[in-house]
């Protein structure tokens, strides 16, 4: 297992590792907000990912508030080095958000560079996330 400092980076064989974090709507109490993380993960557990795990407690970005609700939605996304699933884990994250009427966050954090999905409009969110893609996918 790797430490916390290096979630979100690459891998000795190539593969790129997401750090995500997702912080529950703040009005949830411990256990709703705990369902749609899970739900969250056996999505992303569905794609064509190397694994999906929970993230060691510490993993958290910097600046990140309450330790709790963040620790508990700490996920580590091993992507293939072949590359081409960021885009359908982005997807999965972005159609995650729209379904829900919380008001959840996630944090997407690759090699240092995080981006942070929220309530945003359909235009404004697609120019953020297309960027993001972008830079992480050779496009």
Request: no cysteine; charged share 25%; net charge negative.
């Amino acid at each position: 297992m790797r430490d916390n400092a290096s979630a979100g980076g690459r891998t000795g064989d190539g593969a790129t590792e997401v750090l995500l974090v997702v912080a529950p709507d703040p009005e949830l109490d411990a256990e709703a907000a705990e369902r749609p993380v899970r739900r969250l993960r056996s999505e992303i557990a569905a794609l064509d990912v190397d694994s999906v795990r929970a993230a060691p407690a510490g993993s958290a970005p910097a600046g990140a508030k309450g330790a709790d609700p963040v620790t508990a939605g700490a996920i580590v996304v091993a992507l293939g080095a072949s590359g081409g699933v960021l885009t359908a884990l982005v997807d999965t994250l972005r159609d995650w958000l729209a379904r829900s009427a919380a008001r959840h966050r996630v944090t997407v954090t690759i090699e240092g560079d995080t981006i942070e999905l929220e309530h945003a409009s359909d235009t404004e969110r697609r120019h953020l996330i297309d960027a993001y893609v972008r830079r992480h996918s050779g496009g």
